[in-house]
């Protein structure tokens, strides 16, 4: 399993799970809101929204929230958000990427910069590392959505690229230019994904020890802590031994 993922699944069983969807919901908002205004408010028309949409409703944002984001992006007053993306390195040489919309790139450059200094990281120009990274689109169902051949097949015929059937679910790949049409394909076919996103998958890992998985992830978390940052990944591998640890603790 990929240092991100691991990383997610310590920090939802450790979190405060209202106070985390609450945040989640906050960036969530953000993005819908962002991307209503830059093109049409119509999700059917705009791939941006309709893909922040599913991601909204994957995790169970109301809709009342979803709407309330989309009409303020008819408003006047919205601040002018732009998306970042910020590059470098945690200790160990493990590197990590993160997504931002702001509309003050000085004010989150400096709180981004000033996490990876905290945690003896490097924060690098962009490019730096995303060629460790693969850029696509994941889509998951839990196992009741149907059989790995069902899932397969309808993967398939909805242009996806891999999928990974086991007892805890599917996890169905794409390219990320294609997340939102296979997304609605599927959902025509196996109903509501129970998460869709983009993501950077990592295709080079560095494995940590437990000193260096806790220090990544206070790092990670204290970055995700910050209301302009929408996405980090990093990829840090972490061995099932420690992963023990860390859970357990």
Request: glycine share 8%; charged share 25%; net charge negative.
């Amino acid at each position: 399993m990929a240092g991100h993922s691991q990383y997610k699944n310590i920090m939802h069983r450790k979190g405060k799970q209202d106070a985390m969807r609450s945040k989640l919901f906050a960036k969530f908002a953000r993005e819908i809101t962002v991307a209503a205004k830059s093109g049409t408010p119509d999700p059917d028309m705009n791939p941006r929204l309709r893909l922040a949409i599913q991601e909204a409703r994957a995790e169970n944002m109301p809709k009342d929230n979803i709407e309330r984001a989309i009409k303020k992006a008819q408003g006047g007053d919205l601040a002018n958000y732009e998306a970042v993306r910020y590059e470098g390195y945690a200790p160990g040489g493990v590197a990590v990427m993160v997504e931002a919309l702001t509309d003050n790139r000085n004010r989150t450059g400096g709180v981004v910069r000033s996490v990876f200094t905290k945690f003896s990281g490097n924060l690098g120009a962009t490019g730096s590392v995303s060629h460790m990274f693969n850029h696509i689109g994941e889509i998951t169902y839990k196992s009741g959505a149907g059989s790995a051949e069902a899932v397969l097949e309808a993967a398939i015929e909805a242009g996806a690229d891999d999928v990974q059937s086991d007892d805890n679910g599917h996890l169905i790949s794409c390219a990320f230019e294609t997340l939102g049409t296979v997304a609605a394909a599927l959902e025509k076919t196996l109903g509501e994904a129970q998460s869709v996103k983009s993501v950077w998958k990592p295709n080079l890992t560095t494995t940590v020890d437990e000193d260096g998985a806790q220090t990544i992830m206070k790092m990670l978390s204290a970055l995700e802590d910050d209301d302009d940052v929408q996405n980090v990944y990093a990829n840090f591998e972490i061995p099932d031994d420690v992963m023990k640890k860390l859970t357990a603790a």
